[in-house]
């Protein structure tokens, strides 16, 4: 994993390490993760349709998760293991699917939330923060 802030989307707009983001959001998993469920938590028979959003969200959670929860000995170690991760990450910024359901729209919203949270710059997380608070209202 490159030691180098990632590029925000447009000029002037903050950075952030995905080592900083990693580390830092690691006690944020818990209670991202319990939040998602009980808000995607539904009856056993409904049929809920597939979302490749969500899904790719879903595995890359999972793995952020294993990945915090790994004791890495080195710097070498957490590099070598943090692979499977990189690849999602850069799925999710340069190709991700679209969402084709609430959850999956959410999920995406929360997760870009989560990031925001570690950069130094504008107004972006809190208004992101702010729609997700208020779909979560709705549901």
Known sequence: MSKHPLATAAEGLPTVSRR???TTSASLGAAVTAGGVAM????AEAVTPHDP???????????EKRFNATHHATE???EADMEHLDELFFEL???????TTEAGAL?????????????HGGFEQALIAEVVAYFDGRA
């Open 40 to 43: 995607m938590a539904m009856p």
């Open 107 to 119: 999920a995406a919203l929360r997760l870009t939330s989560n990031y925001l949270r570690f950069s």
């Open 20 to 22: 900083r983001f990693l």
């Open 76 to 78: 070498e170690d957490a």
């Open 53 to 63: 959003l969500l899904a790719l969200i879903q595995r890359y959670e999972a793995e």
């Open 93 to 99: 910024r340069d190709n991700p699917p679209a969402a």
